[in-house]
C-alpha cells in the first residue's frame, strides 16, 4: 500500500511536468530536433539518398547539386548520406555516455552520502582528483592510453563527466535524508534500501534529469571536438567530428564542406539544450510561477 | 462643487499566469473628490493593493488592463505613452508610498543619493546634483529627520522602519503631487511610530493639499481618517460610503461582517470571524463572490454577479439584497 | 569564511599529488615499449637505456615517484625529449599566449554578454527581446571548435579580414590583429551564457520592491537599470567568471590548433601526439593546476556571494 501511494505520487508528477511543457515551445523544438536526429541514427540504411561509402573520384568536391544535396567530399562521397550515418555515433555517444556517468554518478553518490565516513570522503576524492583535470585534457591523456575507438570514447566520456552527478546525488541525498518523511518512514519501521531508496530516488530523478539532458549536448561537442583534432574516431570511422576534421583540410578550396557537420553540430546541442531547459522550467516549482 | 480628481471607470485587470489569464481587478468603480482622503479597505488578496499599483502602472509584465478607462484630472491617463506617462504622472502627479519600508529604498546606495536621483529627474535633467543636495537635505529636514546632512550619506539599514517611511513620504510629495496613493503605509511599523507617521501624513497633506487613497486592511485604523471608504472583496468594490454612514449604517453583508470582526474593547465577548476563506486571486466561482461566506445569501446570489448601485445619498454597495 | 578557503587549500593539496601519481604511472600505462614508440625503429640500445632511466623506469615505482616528486618541488619538471629543453622552460614559454588568449576570451565574453544581456532585460517582451535571447541561446550552444572554424570561413577566407595562422610578428598591431579571430572564437560559448545570466538576474532585480519605488517616483526605465539595477546583478556575473576561466582554458586547446598558435593546450596536444612522455606530464599538471585555481576561485567566489555557505 505503501509503495503504490509513493508511484502514484511520482505518476502526478510525470503528468504534471508533461502538461507544462505541452505548452513550453522550447520542448517542441528541442523535441522535434532530437527526434530527427534518433530517426537519421535508427533508419540511416533508409533514409539515405546514396551510399555514403561509394568513393567517386571523378566528383570530388562538387558543391551542393540536385544528385548530391550538400555535395561531395574529397573522395567524392555524398555528404549528405555520411551526415546522416554520422548521427548514429553522435546518439551512441550522447546516450551511452550518458548512461554511464549517471549509473555510477548515482551509485557512487548515493554510497557517498548513505554510508558517509571513510568510504564517503574517498569517493569524493575521486570525484575531485577527475575534476582537476580540464575536461579536454583528461579526455584526451586517457585516450592516448586506451586507445580512440567508439567504446573508449563513449567511457571515457562517461567516466569524465561521471563526478558531477555523483555530488549531485550525493548532495540531494544527504538534504533528503534529514527530511522529515524520511523520519517519518524510519519511525514506521522502513528498511533502509527499500523504501527509502523509493523515497529518495524519485527526488533526485528531477536534478539528474535535467543534467544529463545538457550534458548529452555536451558529450556529443566533446566527441566531435575530440575527432576534429584526430584524436577521437579514426577514419574509416566517420562522425560529424571526422567530416569537420576532413573538411577542414579543404578549407580554402571548398570552404561550404564545412558547413555541414558544423551545423549538425550545433542543430543537435541546441536541440538538446533546448529541450533540456524547458525539462528545468517544468520540473522546477519555484519558476512555474509567473503571478 | 468640488471636481473628481479621479474617476475608474469599469476598470478590470488579468494577470497571465501559464497561458491563461486571471481575471484580478473587475468591475472597478471608484471615484475620488479632490481634497479627499480616500479609505480602500480589504483583506490581503482582495486586489487592493493591485488597484493601487493598476493607477501608477506598477504592476509586472504579466498583468494588463483588460477593460476600463482611469481618468485623471479629466484625462484618459490609460492612453498616455509609457515615455509620458513616466514623465507627467508617475513622482509628479501621482505618487505612492508603500507597505514595507524595508524593502522599499535599494540597499546599496546611499538615501541621499536616491532622494537626489528624483530630484533630478523631477527637474527635467536640468539641475545638477550638487544644486539639489540642499534641497534634499531641506526635505529630510521638513519629514523629522535629524541630523539631515549626515544622514544624508547613510544607508537605508541604518534607518529605522519608522525613519525610513518619512523618507518615502518626503520623496513622495518632492513635487507637489495632487494625488498620493498610500498603500498600508503604517502596516509594517510599530504602533507608536504609526501615530507619528499618520500624523506627519495629515501635515503634509494639509500643506500640498493632496488627495489620498489610503489602503488598508484595518478599518478601525482609517476610521479617524478617512473622508470615504470603499470595501473591496474578491477583485471587486462591494460598498463605499461616507466613514461615518459606513460604521453607522453598512449595507453590504461583507462590510456588516468585516466591522463585526473589529475587537470592542469595551465587550468580552469572543471575536468574531468570517466563516470561510479569501479566494485566490483570479480563482474565483460564478455569482456573488461572496456568496459561500454570507449568511444571506439565496438562489440569486449563486448565479448571478451584482453590480455597485447607489442606495442611498453616495452611498454604494453591490448586493441583491438591495433589489428586493 | 577564512575557514572554508583554509579547509578548500587543504583538499587541493592531496588532490594535486594524485594527480601527479596519476601522471607519473602514464609512463607505465601507456601500450607498448616506451622505447619503441617514442624512439621508433632507430633506437640504439643506448638511448633506450637513457630513455628508461629518464622514465625513471629502471627502478622500482616508489622510488621513481619519489624522485619525480622530489623534482617537482625543485621546479624540474624533467626534460622533453623530443625538443631537448628542460619541459619547465618549455612551457614557460608558450604560457603566456594562453594565458592572454584566455584573458582576451573573457573580457570580451564579459563585455558582449552583459551589453547583449542589458538589451534583452531593458528591451523586455519586445521582439529585440526574442532574438537577443535565441542568440544567446545559439552561441552559447555553439563549441568552441565550431566557432573558430566558421570565423576562419568568413573572414580569413571569404572576406580576408583576419589572419587565420599564428600569433602575428611581434608588432602590438600584429600580435592583436592575429588576436581578435581566436579570442572571438574562444568567448564565443561563455558570451551566451553571460548574456542569459545578466539578462535573468536584471530581471530579477527589477521586480524587486525597491525598483518599484523608484519607478514610482517616476525614474525612467533605462536609468533604473543601468544604475540600480546593474550594481546588483554584477554579483552573480562575478561570481561565475572562475568556472569561466577554467571553461575557456579547456576550450583554448582546441583555439590554438585551430589557429596554430603556440599555447599550453596546443603544446600538450603535440606532446600527446608525439609520445613525448615528460612534456606531456608536466603539460597536464600545469594545466590541471591552472584549472584547480580557476575553480578554486570559483568556489571561493560562491561563497562570498551565498552567505548560507559563509556560515559554515
Known amino acids: 500500500m505503501f509503495k503504490s501511494q509513493k508511484f502514484f505520487r511520482f505518476k502526478k508528477k510525470i503528468i504534471r511536468v508533461i502538461k507544462i511543457m505541452k505548452n513550453d515551445y522550447k520542448a517542441y523544438l528541442g523535441g522535434l530536433i532530437i527526434m530527427l536526429i534518433l530517426i537519421s541514427a535508427i533508419f540511416a540504411p533508409f533514409i539515405v539518398p ?60 548515493l554510497l557517498a552520502a548513505y554510508v558517509g565516513g571513510i568510504l564517503g570522503s574517498i569517493i569524493l576524492f575521486i570525484f575531485d582528483v577527475i575534476r582537476a583535470f580540464p575536461p579536454i585534457i583528461l579526455i584526451l591523456v586517457l585516450l592516448s592510453i586506451i586507445g580512440p575507438s567508439l567504446l573508449s570514447v ?23 535524508k534529514e527530511e522529515d518523511f524520511v523520519e517519518a518512514a524510519r519511525s514506521l519501521g522502513a528498511d533502509n534500501s527499500r523504501i527509502i531508496f523509493k523515497h529518495i530516488l524519485p527526488n533526485i530523478f528531477a536534478s539528474v534529469l535535467v543534467l544529463s539532458g545538457m550534458d548529452m549536448a555536451s558529450m556529443i561537442m566533446w566527441e566531435a571536438g575530440l575527432s576534429f583534432l584526430g584524436l577521437g574516431l579514426q577514419p574509416p570511422l566517420s562522425s560529424w567530428g571526422v567530416m569537420l576534421q576532413e573538411s577542414y583540410q579543404y578549407i580554402q578550396t571548398a570552404p561550404l564542406m564545412i558547413v555541414w557537420p558544423a551545423l549538425a553540430i550545433m542543430l543537435t546541442m541546441f536541440g538538446f539544450s533546448t529541450f533540456a531547459e524547458s525539462l528545468r522550467v517544468a520540473l522546477n516549482p519555484k519558476l512555474n510561477q509567473e503571478v | 462643487m468640488q471636481d473628481k480628481i479621479l474617476k475608474i471607470n469599469d476598470l478590470a485587470v488579468e494577470y497571465k499566469n501559464k497561458g491563461s489569464y486571471l481575471r484580478v481587478l473587475e468591475d472597478i ?66 505618487a505612492m508610498v508603500f507597505q514595507n519600508p524595508q524593502n522599499a529604498l535599494n540597499p546599496v546606495f546611499k538615501v541621499g543619493t536616491q532622494i537626489l536621483d528624483v530630484l533630478y529627474f523631477k527637474s527635467k535633467k536640468q539641475k545638477k546634483r550638487k544644486e539639489l543636495k540642499k534641497e534634499a537635505v531641506e526635505i529630510l529636514k521638513k519629514v523629522g529627520i535629524s541630523d539631515p546632512e549626515y544622514r544624508f550619506d547613510e544607508y537605508p539599514h541604518q534607518f529605522s522602519g519608522g525613519m525610513k517611511q518619512r523618507v518615502m513620504l ?46 488598508s486592511h484595518d478599518l478601525g485604523a482609517v476610521a479617524g481618517l478617512s473622508d470615504r471608504i470603499a470595501v473591496m472583496y474578491a477583485g471587486r468594490i462591494v460598498e463605499v460610503a461616507a466613514t461615518k454612514e459606513l460604521f453607522a449604517e453598512p449595507n453590504h453583508p461583507y462590510t456588516e461582517a468585516l466591522l463585526k470582526c473589529l475587537p470592542d474593547y469595551k465587550k468580552t465577548e469572543e471575536l468574531q470571524t468570517i466563516p470561510g476563506q479569501v479566494p485566490d486571486l483570479g480563482n474565483y466561482s460564478t455569482g456573488c463572490k461572496f456568496h459561500s461566506r454570507c449568511s444571506y445569501s439565496f438562489e440569486r446570489c449563486r448565479k448571478e454577479e451584482p453590480h455597485l448601485k447607489e442606495i442611498g445619498s453616495n452611498h454604494f454597495s453591490a448586493c441583491f439584497l438591495n433589489d428586493s | 569564511m577564512f575557514i ?11 588532490t594535486i599529488l594524485t594527480v601527479l601519481l596519476i601522471l607519473f604511472s602514464l609512463s607505465y600505462l601507456l601500450p607498448g615499449d616506451p622505447a619503441d614508440i617514442i624512439l621508433g625503429q632507430r633506437a640504439t640500445p643506448e638511448m633506450a637505456e637513457e ?40 612551457i614557460l614559454k608558450v604560457l603566456p599566449y594562453t594565458v592572454i588568449l584566455t584573458l582576451s576570451g573573457m573580457g570580451l565574453a564579459v563585455f558582449n554578454g552583459i551589453s547583449i544581456g542589458l538589451l534583452a532585460a531593458n528591451y523586455n517582451n519586445s521582439y529585440l527581446e526574442k532574438i537577443l535571447t535565441l542568440f544567446s541561446f545559439i552561441t552559447a550552444s555553439t563549441p568552441t571548435y565550431i566557432a573558430g572554424v566558421l570565423l576562419i570561413l568568413i573572414f580569413s577566407v571569404n572576406f580576408n579580414l583576419l589572419p587565420s595562422i599564428g600569433i602575428g610578428d611581434g608588432g602590438i598591431l600584429s600580435t592583436l590583429h592575429h588576436l581578435i579571430g581566436p579570442a572571438l572564437a574562444l568567448s564565443v560559448g561563455w558570451t551566451g551564457y553571460i548574456a542569459r545570466l545578466t539578462r535573468s538576474s536584471m530581471l530579477e532585480t527589477l521586480d524587486q520592491e525597491f ?76 594545466a590541471a593546476l591552472l584549472f584547480v585555481i580557476a575553480n578554486l576561485i570559483a568556489d571561493i567566489s560562491y561563497a562570498y556571494f551565498d552567505p548560507r555557505i559563509k556560515q559554515k
Do not use: H
Not at chain 2, 41 to 50: A, I, L, N, R
Not at chain 2, 171 to 190: G, K
Open chain 3, 211 to 286: 525598483i518599484q519605488t523608484e519607478k514610482s517616483f517616476g525614474i525612467p526605465r533605462y536609468y533604473i537599470l543601468y544604475k540600480y539595477a546593474l550594481k546588483k546583478a554584477i554579483k552573480p556575473i562575478i561570481a561565475v567568471i572562475g568556472l569561466g576561466i577554467g571553461r575557456l582554458l579547456g576550450g583554448a586547446v582546441f583555439v590554438e590548433v585551430i589557429f596554430n598558435r603556440p599555447g599550453l593546450g596546443r603544446l600538450i596536444v603535440d606532446s600527446v601526439n608525439e609520445r613525448d612522455l615528460p612534456l606531456v606530464r608536466g603539460g597536464v599538471l600545469v
Open chain 1, 50 to 109: 546514396a551510399d555514403p561509402y561509394k568513393t567517386n573520384v571523378t566528383k570530388r568536391l562538387e558543391g551542393p547539386s540536385l544528385e548530391n544535396f550538400m555535395g561531395t567530399d574529397s573522395l567524392g562521397r555524398d555528404i549528405l548520406s555520411r551526415l546522416i550515418y554520422a548521427a548514429r555515433p553522435a546518439v551512441l555517444v550522447a546516450f551511452g555516455g550518458i548512461i554511464i556517468s549517471v549509473i555510477i554518478g548515482i551509485i557512487l553518490g
Open chain 2, 29 to 94: 468603480n471608484l471615484e475620488l473628490e479632490s481634497g479627499e482622503i480616500l479609505a480602500l479597505v480589504g483583506e490581503s488578496g482582495s486586489g487592493k493593493s493591485t488597484l493601487g499599483k493598476t493607477i501608477l502602472r506598477l504592476l509586472p509584465d504579466s498583468a494588463r488592463i483588460k477593460s476600463g478607462s482611469i481618468i485623471f484630472k479629466g484625462e484618459d491617463i490609460c492612453n498616455l505613452s509609457e515615455k509620458d506617462f513616466n514623465d507627467q504622472i508617475r513622482g509628479q502627479e501621482i
Open chain 3, 51 to 90: 630513455l628508461e632511466s629518464r622514465l625513471g623506469l629502471d627502478k622500482p615505482w616508489y622510488q621513481s615517484y619519489l624522485i619525480y616528486l622530489q623534482n617537482i618541488i625543485k621546479g624540474d619538471l624533467g626534460t622533453s625529449i623530443f625538443r631537448d629543453r628542460s619541459v619547465l622552460k618549455v
Open chain 3, 4 to 14: 572554508y578557503i583554509t579547509k578548500r587549500l587543504l583538499w587541493v593539496i592531496p
Open chain 1, 154 to 176: 563513449i567511457v571515457i566520456l562517461g567516466v569524465t563527466i561521471m563526478p558531477r552527478y555523483g555530488r549531485v546525488v550525493r548532495a540531494e541525498t544527504l538534504s533528503e
Open chain 2, 170 to 215: 518626503a520623496m513622495a510629495f518632492i513635487s507637489n503631487p495632487s494625488l498620493l496613493i498610500a498603500d498600508e503605509p503604517t502596516t509594517a511599523l510599530d504602533l507608536t511610530v504609526e501615530a507619528q507617521i499618520l500624523n506627519l501624513l495629515s501635515n503634509l497633506v494639509e500643506e500640498y493639499k493632496t488627495s489620498i487613497l489610503y489602503i
